[in-house]
Nanobody, 125 residues
Framework: QVQLVESGGGLVQAGGSLRLSCTAS????????MGWFRQAPGKERDFVAG???????TDYADSVKGRFTISRDNAKTVHLQMNSLKPEDTAVYYC???????????????????WGPGTQVTVSS
């Protein structure tokens, strides 16, 4: 069973930065396509950013382009660097992952199989 462990959430003032991290474990191939989603109170869970297992492909929601950067250390660990944070970025952020084989080196923005418990990000104005 794949498990995801997130870290790095917190409270920050508008214009500040935070870095989220997520590590996957427990799979068979030890290779994961990963992404970040967020859910604000009373709203649906939305895609934020995604990255292929090799890190060669990335994708971002329009609302975070130019401010957020997704990256990875290896096939199991991903980071989300969030700069120029706005109050509307306040949400619970979820790490998501698919365990993939070597040939599935692409990013996607929906339909992930595994999810982390979420980490709160609060941006004060």
């Amino acid at each position: 069973q794949v498990q995801l462990v997130e870290s790095g959430g917190g409270l920050v003032q508008a214009g500040g930065s935070l870095r989220l991290s997520c590590t996957a474990s427990g799979g068979t191939f030890s290779r994961y396509r990963m992404g970040w989603f967020r859910q604000a109170p009373g709203k649906e869970r939305d895609f934020v950013a995604g990255i292929s297992w090799s890190g060669g492909s990335t994708d971002y929601a329009d609302s975070v382009k130019g401010r957020f950067t997704i990256s990875r250390d290896n096939a199991k660990t991903v980071h989300l660097q969030m700069n120029s944070l706005k109050p509307e970025d306040t949400a619970v952020y979820y790490c998501a992952a698919d365990e993939v084989d070597y040939s599935s080196d692409y990013v996607k923005n929906w339909g992930y199989e595994y999810w982390g418990p979420g980490t709160q990000v609060t941006v004060s104005s």
